[in-house]
């Protein structure tokens, strides 16, 4: 029997959560590969520390179709968004809630960081993140 146990983060078990497969706008998979390649720096940033595994051996998906959008990046095996919040944000506070909205009705958790703050203090962002990830995923889920 596979252990529901994905990782652990300071000696401190996380578990997977079982999400239903999430819708995609399958329109949006070249934009998506586009934004990929198109490497803003504090998404490229992030990417170096979580990549193949490197952060806790948990698999991130960068530019994921979810429904009409297209998270930043994704943890499948804990229904987890990053979303590195940057100018693009700007001015669309609206849209962003219906959004987050839309992925929490999906049974996603969406986690939030300010662009800046990966281009200045990625150590304390992935502290950070950890933190997160231990307060929301430390208990198996029923």
Request: proline share 3%.
């Amino acid at each position: 029997m596979k252990s529901n146990i994905l990782c652990h983060i300071n000696d401190i078990p996380i578990y997977r959560r079982k999400i239903p497969a999430l819708p995609a706008n399958r329109a949006l998979t070249q934009r998506a590969r586009a934004l990929r390649k198109a490497g803003i720096l504090s998404e490229v940033l992030f990417w170096l520390q979580v990549r193949n595994g490197s952060f806790h051996n948990i698999d991130f998906d960068r530019q994921r179709v979810i429904g009409n959008y297209i998270a930043d990046f994704y943890v499948k095996a804990l229904g987890l968004v990053i979303e590195i919040d940057g100018s693009s944000h700007d001015n669309k506070v609206e849209y962003d809630k219906m959004r987050e909205q839309f992925l929490v009705d999906q049974g996603v958790k969406v986690y939030r960081i300010p662009d800046i703050r990966v281009k200045q203090e990625i150590g304390v962002v992935m502290e950070e993140l950890e933190c997160f990830i231990i307060a929301n995923f430390s208990v198996e889920q029923g």
